[in-house]
């Protein structure tokens, strides 16, 4: 047996020597040997497609190595870990960022030349593994990134959809949502792990009994579902490979061999879909009864198959459940994993017959939670009702921490009946809901907001009756980008200008971006910037052209707002101003502006009228704008649609002017200002998020400040009146009248009514008129300042040397020595 093993390992040491180096003849030898053993396609018949699968499975044999090995030392030092959990991972494409932590970027691309395929057009048939919202997810995706980089045995958990974020598609100015097929054509990346799969229970009864004197609980289910994992690759920079675990949901019995040969067609095949549809899509529509408690079965589920993948783990290398805290860390990413307090609750006191206090004490030790919201309207909440039927045993145990947490309070606060209903994680002011902020706040060890602005705005306000009794809790963890993605992969010829001056150090240590600031005054160097960043102007007009009909001069600034479509995000304030610039145009001949291009890209939730609506008016306005001879060449508008991380890559080394122009203190912090900053964008923004810090970095003398602060728009919200300023400033009531006589929307009259309404009848909530004189006047400053080129590239420079700050290499490090309490592995 011993020969047979030594046998099968040569070989396959063999296999890995021939095919498996690091090589061009390596990688292009395996590309050849998948093309026909793995697609059994000759080479000749390869579909651009087939090329893009065989060379991705090439590329991932040369990870597989890495990341067993990886794994392996995880196990060998009984290390540590930590387990990211979060219901977005918007990973994008994973080809060329792989290739990148792989530092073989060169040998793919002369790899490929030898069989006449273009490296750069092989990447784009990659669809973007659209798991994710928006900045939630991207987030959770560069931060797995960078736990693999600096060797931290970290895990990320979320789920698998069948269908990600929507494709957008626009049809007469109007988002249509389609439904975004990623996984159609299959996923090199994925490896599915069966013998892991996990049981997830449901709905039944709560039976108890008394047993030496001590009550037992056991949670009978109704419906069982079941759990299959499937695992990405993390490729670090360095050495580490981690894991992404995603879950897909199964019927535990998929299909009835009695029912289909009764005829009962349908019903053979029920339990199959209705158990398939927990994760179908990301984010079921939650209009209904039926959507939330998809949704709520959907965190469950998620929650269920983590958690107990993370125990198995934890149970191979450790025998006593007093070691849990000092071996695992469980990070809830917002409180869509919120579930996992009372599951491991439930274990650890049903299951493994712990006392109370000893699970308590595990449970909170254990996990830390972010929040990355203000608006108290988007904190979850459940139907007490609906959580009774679907998780009754979960229930019980938030019933008895918040029994317990609220006796603690009324006695530190006697008769502070208002503070005892605020605190508690049941809201009875009208339906009871479970309050999943409140459950997280209690019972986690760690509290983290995600700017500073926004953290002392947890502090100060929404959580401010936490943080008087648990201040050592909270924390602030600034967030951050990976420089391997959104720099050296997004941009590269930036990439190499940096390199070439100040070293490689660098894409591991960003605060070495700082070096480049003496070359401030260096004639030589801004014009390489400048000519960098005209360049790559030049391929997004391309790119436009080809995909819209739009022609954007790369001579005019490119001004950008690309983001989720919120209304607090003010995208409407940028449209607003659109119609000042175009009337200025019109209606004076001696206005001289520089040439400007307004690029947007946002994706509205499908049930979110409002900012439905606002992308219509965009098209709308773009229409009139660049169909008029008069202020062609210089204004365009263009609506990018389908916003993913792929097409952020091509506009962020693109974009001179950086949108960032949220009501001050609403965005919690915001990234996409760091990779616009990163990659030389001057940002023109409110004293809002990150913004806030990118300030302390830069100055006012190297971004463009506008509005009110979070302290006058909570001064001015008392008395303020929208339709005074309307009445007064001619150029803001010009504006909003061409919208009411619809102008942008002739053949659908009162179409903008509701935003009329909103700016106007309802008080303009979100404030766009009290800002909008002053986000003029910041537009003018970035005129004047624009005509001094000189002055412009060393802004610029400027913002690039300073993003070091912004890494998410720096956040991760701060997670890992202030909450997670964790050091990288060191690997021999």
Excluded at 204 to 227: D, F, I, L, S, Y
Aim: glycine share 6%; with cysteine; aromatic share 10%.
């Amino acid at each position: 047996m011993n020969q047979d093993k030594e046998k099968i390992t040569m070989t396959t040491k063999t296999k890995k020597d021939k095919r498996a180096e690091m090589s061009v003849d390596g990688l292009a030898e395996d590309y050849a040997w998948h093309m026909r053993y793995t697609l059994a396609k000759d080479i000749d018949r390869a579909t651009p497609r087939d090329q893009y699968t065989a060379f991705a499975n090439a590329v991932r044999d040369r990870i597989v190595e890495r990341w067993i090995a990886t794994q392996e030392e995880y196990h060998r030092q009984n290390t540590k870990r930590v387990y990211y959990m979060s219901l977005e991972f918007l990973m994008g494409r994973l080809l060329g960022n792989n290739v990148i932590n792989l530092k073989a970027d060169q040998l793919c691309r002369e790899a490929l030349k030898e069989y006449g395929i273009d490296w750069n057009s092989l990447r784009d048939h990659e669809p973007d593994a659209g798991l994710g919202n928006g900045g939630l997810g991207r987030l959770a995706a560069c931060y797995l990134d960078s736990m693999s980089t600096l060797d931290l045995a970290g895990m990320g958990y979320g789920i698998r959809y069948d269908y990600g974020i929507f494709r957008q598609k626009i049809v007469g100015g109007n988002q249509v949502e389609e439904p975004d097929s990623w996984l159609k054509d299959g996923y090199p990346w994925e490896i599915v792990r069966p013998e892991y799969a996990q049981i997830v229970n449901f709905g039944g009864h709560v039976e108890c009994t008394t047993v030496k004197g001590r009550q037992q609980w056991r949670w009978v289910p109704a419906e069982q579902v079941n759990g299959l994992p499937y695992d990405l690759p993390i490729v670090g920079y360095r050495k580490a490979v981690n894991s992404l675990r995603l879950w897909s949901a199964r019927a535990v019995d998929e299909f009835d061999l009695a029912d289909f040969n009764k005829g009962s067609y349908v019903e053979a095949v029920e339990s199959k879909v209705l158990a398939e549809n927990l994760t179908k899509v990301l984010y079921p529509n939650d209009n209904t009864t039926a959507g939330k408690e998809l949704r709520l079965r959907q965190q469950y589920f998620f929650v269920a198959c983590s958690l107990k993948d993370i125990l198995r783990r934890f149970r191979q290398d450790n025998e006593d459940w007093s070691a849990l805290p000092d071996k695992v860390f469980i990070h809830l990413n917002e409180t869509h994993p919120a579930l996992v307090i009372p599951e491991l609750m439930r274990i650890l006191i049903d299951q493994e017959d712990l006392e109370w206090d000893v699970a308590w004490d595990l449970t909170r030790r254990s996990t830390g939670y972010t929040n990355h919201t203000i608006l108290p309207e988007a904190l979850e909440k459940w139907p007490v009702s609906m959580m009774e039927r679907l998780l009754p045993r979960h229930l019980q145990i938030i019933y008895e921490i918040n029994g317990r947490f609220l006796q603690k309070i009324s006695a530190l606060f006697p008769g502070d009946i208002k503070r005892l209903q605020r605190m508690s994680l049941i809201d009875e002011s009208g339906e009871r809901y479970v309050r999943m902020a409140n459950l997280c706040l209690v019972a986690t060890s760690s509290i983290n907001g995600v700017a500073e602005l926004h953290s002392q705005i947890l502090k100060d306000s929404l959580f401010k009756d936490f943080y008087e009794i648990f201040p050592e809790k909270f924390h602030n963890v600034t967030n951050g980008i990976t420089p391997r993605r959104w720099l050296l992969k997004a941009n590269p010829t930036l990439a190499q200008l940096i390199t070439e001056k100040i070293g490689d150090g660098w894409i591991t240590d960003l605060a070495q971006l700082k070096k480049l600031e003496r070359f401030k005054s260096e004639k030589a160097f801004l014009e390489s910037l400048a000519k960098i960043k005209k360049s790559n102007k030049g391929q997004l007009s391309n790119w436009v052209m080809a995909n819209l009909g739009v022609k954007l001069d790369p001579h005019a600034i490119f001004d950008v707002q690309v983001k989720r479509l919120h209304e607090y995000k003010r995208q409407l304030l940028l449209a607003l101003y659109i119609i000042i610039f175009y009337n200025r145009l019109l209606s004076n001949p001696k206005y001289d502006p520089v040439p400007r291009s307004f690029i947007f890209a946002a994706k509205a939730a499908p049930g979110y009228y409002m900012a439905k609506l606002i992308i219509r008016l965009i098209h709308g306005i773009a229409g009139v704008v660049n169909a008029n001879p008069k202020t062609r060449g210089k204004l365009s508008v263009a609506f990018l649609p389908d916003y993913r991380v792929s097409l952020a890559e091509k506009i962020m080394p693109a974009a001179e002017v950086s949108e960032q122009i949220s009501l001050a203190g609403m965005e919690a912090s915001g990234t996409g200002n760091m990779k616009f900053m990163m990659n030389g964008a001057l940002t023109l923004g409110t004293y809002d998020g990150a913004n806030v810090e990118i300030n302390q970095e830069v100055g006012d003398e190297n971004m463009f400040l506008f509005g009110m602060r979070t302290e006058d728009v909570a001064k001015a919200r008392p008395t303020y009146v929208s339709r005074e300023i309307y009445r007064k400033d001619p150029e803001i009531k010009a504006a909003i009248d061409m919208i009411k006589s619809n102008v942008f929307s002739l053949l659908e009259p009162g179409l903008f009514e509701p935003i009329i309404r909103s700016l106007l009848d309802y008080n303009d909530y979100y404030m766009l008129l009290a800002d909008l004189k002053s986000y003029c006047a910041a537009q003018d400053r970035v005129d004047k300042t624009y005509r001094d080129q000189k002055k412009w590239n060393a802004m610029s420079l400027v913002n690039i040397a300073r993003s070091g700050r912004f890494s998410s290499d720096r956040a991760i490090l701060e997670y890992a020595k202030d909450i997670w309490h964790i050091e990288p592995v060191k690997f021999a």
